[in-house]
């Protein structure tokens, strides 16, 4: 197992378009979270899973994202009807309790570009 | 409400001296855990350490450590003798502990160039 993968690595979408990111975690870990990331900032938290079911979501998450855990293993983040605003880098972390440090660990994140 | 914050939104630093970023939070709950990443211009986030609130000592991991005055609510990174590999932003962030494992919280982020 080699960490944290992301599909695709970068998009560039026209505005009004739908995207969807893939995140596979550490087949281990049973917590998967989504970040997004704006140039110059720290990511800012979106949503999370434990297993299959979304615990959290952010206020940031508007109804044009939705991201889903099917089986608990892979995720995916879609957001529909893109705007400029989305363009960004969606970073997925995965952690398990069982783990230990660092307990989270991160992908390369998908960056996105909205035209 | 910030509840990380990081005042240095840059710094240079010579090769084989230490640099301090600093980091504050805010939290009213007595367990949390702090946490410095390093993101590289590559993307990648790369854990640093770690220090739990309830540690008596400061953490430290090689030429990482984390001066932790918790009534201050302060958790400053030290990096000692600066590499030109150590160039890239630096993130300090918090994991509230009402939910083990949950959502980490992030500071703005620190850019520090190391210089030959």
């Known amino acids: 197992d080699t960490g944290v993968s992301q599909d695709p690595r970068h998009k560039i979408t026209k505005r009004g378009q739908n995207v969807t990111f893939r995140c596979d975690p550490i087949?281990?870990?049973?917590?998967l979270y989504w970040y997004r990331q704006t140039l110059g900032q720290g990511p800012e938290f979106l949503t999370y899973?434990?297993?299959?079911?979304?615990?959290?979501k952010s206020r940031l998450l508007s109804d044009r994202f939705s991201a889903e855990r099917p089986k608990g293993s892979f995720s995916t983040l879609e957001i529909q009807r893109t705007e400029q605003g989305d363009s960004a880098m969606y970073l997925c972390?995965?952690?398990?309790?069982?783990?230990?440090?660092?307990?989270?660990?991160f992908g390369s994140g998908t960056r996105l570009t909205v035209v | 409400a910030q509840k990380i914050t990081q005042t240095q939104p840059g710094m240079f630093v010579q090769e084989k001296e230490a640099v301090t970023l600093d980091c504050t939070y805010d939290?009213?709950?007595?367990?949390?855990?702090l946490f410095w990443y390093k993101q590289p211009s590559s993307g990648e986030m790369i854990f640093l350490i770690y220090?739990?609130?309830?540690?008596?000592q400061n953490a430290t991991e090689g030429r990482y450590s984390l001066n932790f005055q918790k009534a201050r609510k302060s958790a400053n990174l030290v990096i000692s003798a600066s590499q030109l590999g150590d160039s890239a932003m630096y993130f300090c962030?918090?994991?509230?502990?009402?939910?083990?494992?949950?959502?980490?919280?992030f500071g703005a982020g620190t850019q520090v160039v190391v210089t030959p």
């Open positions: 962030a918090m994991r509230e502990a009402t939910d083990s494992w949950g959502k980490l919280q």
């Open positions: 972390a995965s952690s398990s309790k069982l783990a230990g440090l660092p307990g989270y660990t």
């Open positions: 939290t009213s709950d007595p367990s949390y855990g």
């Open positions: 220090q739990g609130s309830y540690d008596q």
């Open positions: 087949s281990e870990h049973n917590r």
């Open positions: 899973f434990q297993n299959e079911a979304q615990l959290e």
